[in-house]
C-alpha cells in the first residue's frame, strides 16, 4: 500500500489563517475550492449543502459589526487575553484583527445545511426546526478548507453566527428549511502557513476498551 505524502503533507499544514488580505479571490478559484467541497461523502447522496457568498461591502459590513458585537457579548469588549507570546495570546490577537477587519476580506462564504431531525429524537419530540445535518455538512467544510489551502488560500470557519441567525437568515432570505453551520472568511493570507501542532493520535486512542 503506498502512502500519499502530498496529502499527509497538506493536512499537516492547514492552519485557520484569521489575517486575510483585501484582495479579490477570482471567481473560478472560489469555484474550484466549493467544488472540492461538494465531492463529501453525505448520507444516501443526500448533498445537503447550499452556499451563500457575500462579497458587496455593505453586506460584509452588516455581518462584521453583528459579529463584532457577538464576540463582544460573550467575551467582554476589552478582555481578551492578548499580552505576551503564548500561544493562546497569539490566537486572541489573530481572533481580534479578524474581528476588526472582517469588512475588508474578499468574501465571507456561508455554508447552510438542509435541516433534519436525528435518529435519536423520536417523531413525537420533532417540535419546531430540525437542526442541521452537520454530520453531512462538515466532511464538506473540512474539504473546502484543505482545498483553500491547496491553492493558497487562508480560511478560518467561525460559528459565532448562531448569536444573531435570525437576523442573517432574514437579511440574505435562506429558506428556513436550510440552517447555517458556519462562516468562512476566506482570502489570500498575510502571513505563511505552518504545521499545525496537535497532540499524537496515540494519545487520544484506545482499543476494545475506554483506558486500553
Not at 503506498?2 to 477570482?26: C, G, I, T, Y
Not at 447522496?45 to 457577538?70: C, T
Not at 474578499?106 to 417540535?127: H, M, N, S, T, Y
Request: glycine fraction near 6%; include cysteine; proline fraction near 10%.
Amino acid at each position: 500500500m503506498e502512502d500519499n505524502p502530498r496529502f499527509f503533507d497538506l493536512v499537516s499544514n492547514v492552519r485557520a489563517m484569521r489575517r486575510l488580505k483585501p484582495d479579490p479571490v477570482p471567481q473560478n478559484l472560489l469555484m474550484k475550492v466549493l467544488n472540492a467541497g461538494v465531492k463529501a461523502p453525505s448520507g444516501m447522496n443526500s448533498q445537503p449543502w447550499s452556499f451563500l457568498v457575500l462579497r458587496k461591502p455593505e453586506d460584509k459590513q452588516w455581518f462584521a459589526d453583528r459579529y463584532k458585537a457577538a464576540i463582544e457579548s460573550r467575551f467582554g469588549s476589552s478582555n481578551l487575553p492578548t499580552e505576551g507570546d503564548s500561544p493562546m495570546a497569539r490566537q486572541f490577537r489573530a481572533l481580534l484583527y479578524q474581528m476588526n477587519h472582517m469588512q475588508e476580506f474578499p468574501l465571507l462564504l456561508i455554508v447552510c445545511g438542509l435541516r433534519d431531525w436525528p435518529f435519536k429524537v423520536p417523531p413525537a419530540e420533532r417540535v419546531g426546526l430540525a437542526p442541521p445535518n452537520y454530520g453531512a455538512i462538515y466532511p464538506c467544510v473540512q474539504n473546502i478548507l484543505l482545498a483553500c489551502r491547496a491553492v493558497g488560500l487562508g480560511a478560518a470557519l467561525t460559528t459565532m453566527h448562531q448569536v444573531f441567525e435570525e437576523e442573517l437568515m432574514e437579511r440574505f432570505q435562506i429558506p428556513v428549511e436550510y440552517g447555517v453551520v458556519v462562516t468562512m472568511p476566506i482570502g489570500v493570507p498575510m502571513g505563511r502557513f505552518g504545521p499545525v501542532s496537535r497532540r499524537p493520535a496515540k494519545e487520544s486512542t484506545y482499543f476494545d476498551r475506554w483506558g486500553n
